[in-house]
T-cell receptor, first 114, second 110 residues
Framework: DTGVSQNPRHKITKRGQNVTFRCDPI?????LYWYRQTLGQGPEFLTYFQNEAQLEKSRLLSDRFSAERPKGSFSTLEIQRTEQGDSAMYLCASSYGTANEKLFFGSGTQLSVL | EDQVTQSPEALRLQEGESSSLNCSYTVSGLRGLFWYRQDPGKGPEFLFTLYSAGEEKEKERLKATLTKKESFLHITAPKPEDSATYLCAVVRSNDYKLSFGAGTTVTVRA
């Protein structure tokens, strides 16, 4: 068990650029989640995959955000035309089973939009 | 909409000084309440899940309890390594995603 891996750890970009983050979940986990966290706040749910199917997207996820999980393995989160308000820590988490909400989180990708 | 409120926002303790953190929640049909620990620059780390009122869980110096409206995380004789932000989260019945509170940042001085 190597844990949930996220890359890159830090990303600095200019407003209007596109960015992509990657998450590698724990290998046997079938559920994968993306959360966003700003300073002094708890994580906010963005989207959720069960295997390769994206089952829910939060209202927070504008059409500039897209997430994929090809073949039910790793996942990517892309933000197009970044805005300063997108600056946050993007956390990925995974879990296993039909009723197990014990999530294992990665260390996150810290995005700064200048 | 689910609401999770944690208090206090910050807590400064002397080593060995026991205290409690509060998490009050409003959710229609609670499936479970979770406590996580988060260190600076890291993702949250799972501590406990509580499912029903009256349930208690313990791990080292931490003890979590649950009532129908709130949960407490008791820290007994804390050490500096217990310094972290403690997050509370709830999951609604027939749902799978966690709704988090803003957290309580605990600082333990030697």
């Amino acid at each position: 068990d190597t844990g949930v891996s996220q890359n890159p750890r830090h990303k600095i970009t200019k407003r209007g650029q596109n960015v992509t983050f990657r998450c590698d979940p724990i290998s046997e986990h079938n559920r994968l989640y993306w959360y966003r966290q700003t300073l002094g706040q708890g994580p906010e749910f963005l989207t959720y995959f069960q295997n390769e199917a994206q089952l829910e997207k939060s209202r927070l996820l504008s059409d500039r955000f897209s997430a994929e999980r090809p073949k039910g393995s790793f996942s990517t989160l892309e933000i197009q035309r970044t805005e300063q308000g997108d600056s946050a820590m993007y956390l990925c988490a995974s879990s296993y089973g039909t009723a197990n909400e014990k999530l294992f989180f990665g260390s996150g990708t810290q995005l700064s939009v200048l | 909409e689910d609401q999770v409120t944690q208090s206090p926002e910050a807590l400064r303790l002397q080593e060995g000084e026991s205290s409690s953190l509060n998490c009050s929640y409003t959710v229609s049909g609670l499936r479970g309440l979770f406590w996580y620990r988060q260190d600076p620059g890291k993702g949250p780390e799972f501590l406990f899940t509580l499912y029903s009122a009256g349930e208690e869980k313990e791990k080292e110096r931490l003890k979590a309890t649950l009532t129908k409206k709130e949960s407490f995380l008791h820290i007994t004789a804390p050490k500096p390594e217990d310094s972290a932000t403690y997050l509370c989260a709830v999951v609604r019945s027939n749902d799978y995603k966690l709704s988090f509170g803003a957290g309580t940042t605990v600082t333990v001085r030697a």
